[in-house]
């Protein structure tokens, strides 16, 4: 966090000659000139907000708010608080270690979180009017699903349990003193790594309690599953409500989930629903009669909505309360008085905050959150509500990470500005929504140009298409490092939401169900058409990248078409059975982006693979990839370097250490990523042709 801490005396005598020296105004041009671009290092400098919690009350907020440390090369995450009015914003709990998980307790008066100031994460309570901090726990796991229980004695939370395994033989003893190899790993689980956090030890996640005021934490739930949040306590404190998969065949069928209670004095558990799809993410109304959940029918689909359902909490049928809504519910919220419930959603690239009547009349209430997902323009988000339906949102601009805002009934009034000392002085691409019809069968598709500081549409620029990943993700109209930093090289950046994206109902996210990749091909290269009909793209120099989803359509448009002069695929799938079997996520993949298994039906996995079209390729491809990329794993990308080589065609690869899928989890490989992409880019681009001459 930048705060420059001066002794008092220096500091008065600092302020005084400021205010003494008079600076004449600078005039346009010389404030345009004085404007500096979006360099590597200030990516240390950025800050965004996360989290942000409103008060029961509705008058102060508190947030989680991130920078960078440019020594450690890591994000540190502190606690500040803001009134509802924008005043007395200050840090709550600071320094080198991270705190995270804010939640107030029922009466205002304190906050729970979790910070790993005492060397691992433990739960700790503030008391807002002693300005003091509580060590609630001493675990030897990291706490999540924070929940207060409703006379705020008790916290509950999920926490992983150890379970280790039984050895398939004894290790031998070596000789005391002796130099022996560390003994062998046996694995017998389906799922035996994630990309993140590496190679799984064994055990399982429950729930727990503790008093609020510090004690022995309790276990509530044993078995071998696992019991996730978030959790919702009954308005009694007799009952906590959660999510887990206990099917005997749970770990092949990783989609399904059903809401349970347990009874919080006997750890009895009562299954509350029970059909083919996950239920999950369960919310009990003030008055404990109604519970709120979100879930679909499993329809074997890619991609499928999360819906909103109200069931009785003492049992009975549930229903749907919006079933011609399109998008996906996100993190529904009950209103105080019971009869609404307030929910995030993403249409057309934006995400936006409504609200339900349990009649089913949707309303929104808030646009614009994003901003925390500081690499590229993903839609992203959170908010919280207070009691008076007061909202606290995560609110951002295309040249502005989130800040908080709040709202409640009237205008958005934002309340924290954490940029504007790095932004307020320098010169940001401008980044404007375009839309066009796709060649393949005339839907429209939507996307945004980013345009170099300075830009000038009489001049000619290259064109760099950046795709997103997932492929069911949606960019839309945020902030975005990387793509600022394109701009900033003086290219023009095309990114767009192609079908398969997110954020535009369930039938144009299945467009690609089973045809991945294929039409979303089409929509893309008439995008760049789109682009150059602009008048100001350089057709002689475009360039196309991507990541994961977005690093298979990169290597997939590389093998269809030779327009663009380089291309960088980044942590991409190339071969669909290889990746398939050595992906943290095979369990999940196999069964719904494919009919079949990879040997049973050979032919459609290899006509779908970057890897098929290969002999066509002679656009220069560079590679990035993470080390410890466990979702897409390394593996896939050297596959294609070597296809390259043999081939003769233009390549390189990049590998960064210690990276996972994230690739971009610190600030450095941000930096590299970037630096990286616009010097492969930079080898191949040409000097612009000439402006024609006109006859005189």
Do not use: C
Not at 145 to 163: Q, R
Not at 352 to 381: F, M
Not at 474 to 502: I, K
Not at 584 to 600: L, R
């Amino acid at each position: 966090m930048r705060i420059l801490a001066l002794p008092l005396a220096l500091s008065l005598i600092a302020s005084a000659a400021l205010a003494a020296e008079k600076k004449a105004p600078l005039t346009p041009e010389q404030e345009a000139a004085a404007a500096l671009e979006f360099g590597a290092h200030d990516v240390f400098d950025l800050e965004f907000a996360g989290d942000p919690q409103i008060s029961p009350d509705g008058r102060r907020v508190v947030y989680v708010r991130t920078s960078f440390d440019v020594r450690t090369d890591m994000p540190r995450a502190n606690l500040w608080i803001v009134d509802a009015d924008g005043g007395n914003h200050r840090p709550l709990r600071s320094g080198h270690a991270s705190q995270s998980s804010p939640r107030w307790s029922p009466d205002g008066a304190r906050i729970a979180y979790v910070s790993g100031a005492e060397g691992s994460p433990q739960l700790f309570v503030r008391f807002l009017d002693s300005g003091e901090s509580a060590l609630v726990t001493d675990l030897l796991e990291a706490p999540n699903a924070l929940a207060w229980s409703p006379d705020g004695e008790w916290l509950a939370f999920t926490m992983f349990v150890p379970k280790p395994k039984e050895p398939l033989a004894e290790p031998p003893t070596p000789p005391e003193g002796a130099l022996w190899a560390p003994p062998v790993s046996v694995i017998d689980t389906v799922t035996y790594r994630i990309d993140g956090a590496g190679y799984l030890e064994s055990g399982f996640n429950h729930v727990f309690i503790v008093p609020a005021d510090g004690g022995a934490a309790r276990q509530l739930t044993r078995g071998d599953f696992h019991d996730n949040g978030p959790l919702a306590w009954g308005p009694d404190g007799r009952t906590l409500l959660f999510t887990s998969n206990r099917a005997a065949d749970w770990e092949l069928d990783p989609a399904e989930s059903e809401l349970f209670a347990v009874d919080v004095a006997s750890g009895a558990l009562t299954q509350l629903t029970k059909r083919n799809g996950p239920d999950f993410n369960p919310v009990l109304s003030a008055d404990g009669k109604q519970i709120a959940y979100l879930g679909f029918d499993d329809r074997g689909r890619t991609y499928q909505a999360s819906r909103l359902y109200v069931m009785p909490a003492a049992g009975g049928a549930a229903r749907e309360l919006m079933p011609k809504f399109d998008d996906d519910v996100i993190d529904p919220r009950w209103a105080a008085d019971g009869r609404s419930l307030t929910f995030m959603h993403d249409e057309r690239g934006e995400r936006k905050v409504s609200s339900v009547s349990l009649e089913g009349k949707v309303r929104e209430l808030a646009s614009g959150l994003g901003g925390t997902d500081l690499g590229r323009p993903y839609t992203s988000g959170s908010y919280s509500v207070a009691r008076s339906g007061a909202l606290a949102i995560t609110l951002n601009t295309p040249q502005r990470p989130s800040d908080v805002a709040v709202a409640n009934g009237g205008p958005m009034r934002r309340l924290t500005r954490l940029n504007e000392d790095l932004f307020g002085h320098k010169r940001l691409g401008a980044v404007e929504e375009i839309s066009w019809q796709s060649s393949h069968d005339g839907r429209e598709i939507q996307g945004w140009l980013v345009t170099p500081p300075g830009f000038d549409p009489d001049r000619k620029y290259p064109l760099i298409l950046e795709i997103h990943g997932g492929p069911h993700a949606a960019y839309g109209p945020n902030y975005s490092t990387e793509l600022q930093r394109y701009a900033a090289a003086g290219y023009v950046v095309l990114y767009a939401n192609p079908r398969g994206s997110t954020s535009y109902g369930e039938k144009f996210a299945n467009e690609i169900h089973h045809a991945y990749p294929g039409y979303d091909y089409d929509d893309l290269m008439t995008g760049v058409d789109a682009a150059i009909a602009r008048g100001f793209i350089d057709e002689q120099n475009l360039f196309v990248t991507g990541g994961s989803g977005g690093g298979i359509l990169t290597a997939w448009i590389v093998g269809k078409t030779n327009r663009f002069r380089a291309a960088v695929s980044a942590k991409p799938v190339i071969n669909w059975s290889s990746m398939m079997l050595t992906s943290d996520f095979s369990n999940g993949y196999v069964p719904y982006w494919f009919a079949k298994p990879p040997w049973e039906d050979v032919g459609e996995y290899w006509r779908r693979s970057p890897l098929s079209l290969v002999g066509n390729v002679t656009t220069p491809t560079l590679l990035l990839t993470g080390e410890q990329d466990y979702r897409t794993p390394i593996s896939e990308a050297e596959q294609y370097y070597a296809a390259l080589k043999l081939r003769k065609v233009d390549t390189a690869l990049v590998r960064m250490p210690e990276a996972s899928h994230e690739l971009v989890d610190r600030p450095s490989r941000l930096i590299a990523k970037t630096d990286n992409i616009v010097a492969w880019f930079e080898r191949y681009r040409t000097p612009p042709a000439p402006p024609a001459e006109t006859e005189p």
